[in-house]
């Protein structure tokens, strides 16, 4: 019902910022919770942001705090993350969710998640 299209991957030095997209488009965007996540190879995939669905609230992990942030522009269907301060252990793909559940519960949980897009992969040199 929900395709997810993510872009603004590719090599960074460390230090420098990069923003990344994930354009929406099937269900009303405006009506769905979403997310970012992020998956080294050999790892799980590691949470890292999500916002509500009117952008009034925000959650992050520990390791990006102050270095990250999530919006979202719900005329244009598009969710962003901008990453600054980058360092090399912030290389991954980086996937973004969409749900229709409660924010407040389960929003860190990639389980939670009812779609997902392809994924963009960045790496960020030292």
């Known amino acids: 019902q929900v395709q997810l299209v993510e872009s603004g991957g590719g090599l960074v030095q460390a230090g420098n910022s990069l923003r990344l997209s994930c354009a929406a488009s099937?269900?009303?965007?405006?009506?769905?919770?979403m997310g970012w996540f992020r998956q080294a190879p050999g790892k799980e995939r590691e949470f890292v942001a999500a916002?509500?669905?009117?952008?009034?609230?925000?959650r992050y992990a520990d390791s990006v705090k102050g270095r990250f942030a999530i919006s979202r522009d719900n005329a244009k269907n598009t969710v962003y993350l901008q990453m600054n301060s980058l360092k090399p252990e912030d290389t991954a793909a980086y996937y973004c969710?969409?749900?229709?559940?409660?924010?407040?519960?389960?929003?860190?949980?990639?389980?939670?998640?009812?779609?997902w897009g392809q994924g963009t992969q960045f790496t960020v040199s030292s």
């Open positions: 916002i509500s669905r009117s952008s009034g609230s925000t």
């Open positions: 099937g269900r009303t965007f405006s009506s769905l919770a």
């Open positions: 969710g969409a749900r229709a559940a409660s924010f407040y519960r389960g929003y860190s949980d990639p389980s939670k998640y009812a779609y």
